[in-house]
């Protein structure tokens, strides 16, 4: 569900295998907003429904093309919040949650980002409960990216 530019899938990929896939507890923010049911209503109330032939619908491309910044945001903080619950339940030894930290909507040219670093740390009263114990931050290489997200259907095929 992701953008095809990253290479997140890979990354996560090859994560898992360096420590054992059984275990990586692992959830994805974006594939947990594309297959969320507030995505798909807030698509079809804008007029849009899934097409018969296309079964990974939507995708982050339908999202953050038809929906207003705002939505997407919220949807977005939604899932990561699912995410983050259901990693705590799991009973993997390493706890793995991947996401962008920056959308982009082609209809608009618009590069933002939906990230909030509060939503990582979770408190009762002034106590901390919760707080993950690494971040890990991907950059890929600039033309990879390129070439990837020019590819037919993606972000940038014109």
């Not at 090859?14 to 990586?24: E, R, Y």
């Not at 619950?85 to 706890?95: E, M, V």
């Not at 009762?124 to 070439?147: A, G, R, W």
């Amino acid at each position: 569900c992701a953008p095809a530019g990253t290479g997140l899938k890979g990354a996560v990929a090859k994560f898992k295998n360096a420590f054992g896939v059984n275990n990586v507890a692992h959830r994805d923010v974006e594939a947990i907003l594309c297959g969320s049911l507030g995505a798909k209503k807030a698509l079809s109330g804008l007029g849009y429904s899934e097409p018969s032939n296309h079964q990974d619908w939507p995708g982050m491309k339908e999202i953050t093309w038809h929906l207003p910044r705002d939505r997407v945001i919220e949807l977005w903080t939604d899932a990561l919040s699912e995410g983050v619950d259901q990693l705590r339940k799991s009973n993997g030894a390493l706890k793995l949650l991947s996401c962008h930290l920056t959308l982009y909507c082609g209809r608009r040219e618009e590069f933002y980002s939906p990230f909030n670093v509060n939503l990582f740390e979770e408190k009762v009263e002034k106590e901390t409960i919760f707080k993950p114990s690494h971040l890990l931050l991907l950059i890929d290489d600039i033309y990879d990216m390129y070439l990837r997200l020019t590819d037919k259907d993606q972000l940038f095929d014109t």
